[in-house]
């Protein structure tokens, strides 16, 4: 089984300011992780992805995460927040493992939502 | 190209008629994703295909949903009849292999 906790519903943080919108998973075996944002209106679209490799991965928009294998975390982060970046965040994982048949099934968070003051 | 298309974007309707949304996956894409999303329950998976077979439907709330794909380029998603708890945002995304999901930008279903 593979699951997924964001344990924040909103996160607030001043325009400039550094953000972190949290997420912890939980798979049986080595997992993929993923965070998407969803804009007002709009579907979700694809941030970042930690498949192997470098623990710090970076991806659009200036926001990274971090893959913390330990505490089973992959935080996303950014330096400097701007009020643009207000929007519904999502951490997904799924395990490496396919299911029979190769089939591969994502587990997505609750979502986070972000805002940012001007 | 233009992403995962959905149709329609916007669909109001009365309790007890038959609703149909439609998908156009990402050409070349081979898994397919029903999800549902609302505020108080979140971002729901429905349905599940790969290479165009269903392969997990457990979250398809009860007999009044269906879906189908027929072939590799379209899906759909029917309820009959639809109810009130239905009004949700339907979102169809499709992957590629086992990794980055495209979504398309919903279908917003109202029921009254």
């Known amino acids: 089984a593979q699951s997924v906790a964001q344990p924040e519903d909103q996160v607030n943080v001043a325009e400039g300011n550094p953000l972190t919108v949290k997420c912890t998973y939980s798979v049986s075996g080595n997992p993929y992780l993923f965070w998407y944002v969803q804009y007002p209106n709009r579907g979700l679209q694809f941030l970042l992805k930690?498949?192997?490799?470098?623990?710090l991965v970076k991806g659009s928009y200036g926001f990274e995460a971090e893959f913390n294998k330990s505490q089973t975390s992959f935080h996303l982060k950014k330096p400097s927040a701007l009020v643009s970046d207000s929007a519904l965040y999502f951490c997904a994982v799924r395990d490496r493992t396919p299911l029979s048949g190769g089939s591969y099934i994502p587990t997505f968070g609750r979502g986070t939502s972000l805002i940012v003051h001007p | 190209d233009a992403g995962v298309i959905q149709s329609p974007r916007h669909e109001v309707t009365e309790m007890g008629q038959e609703v149909t949304l439609r998908c156009k996956p990402i050409s070349g894409h081979n898994s397919l994703f029903w999800y549902r999303q609302t505020m108080m329950r979140g971002l729901e998976l429905l349905i599940y295909?790969?290479?165009?077979?269903?392969?997990?439907d457990s979250g398809m709330p009860e007999d009044r949903f269906s879906a189908k794909m027929p072939n590799a380029s379209f899906s759909t998603l029917k309820i009959q009849p639809s109810e009130p708890r239905d009004s949700a945002v339907y979102f169809c995304?499709?992957?590629?292999?086992?990794?980055?999901?495209?979504f398309g930008a919903g279908s917003r279903l109202t029921v009254l």
């Open positions: 295909f790969n290479n165009n077979v269903p392969i997990d």
């Open positions: 930690y498949i192997t490799g470098d623990n």
């Open positions: 995304a499709s992957g590629a292999g086992a990794n980055v999901l495209t």
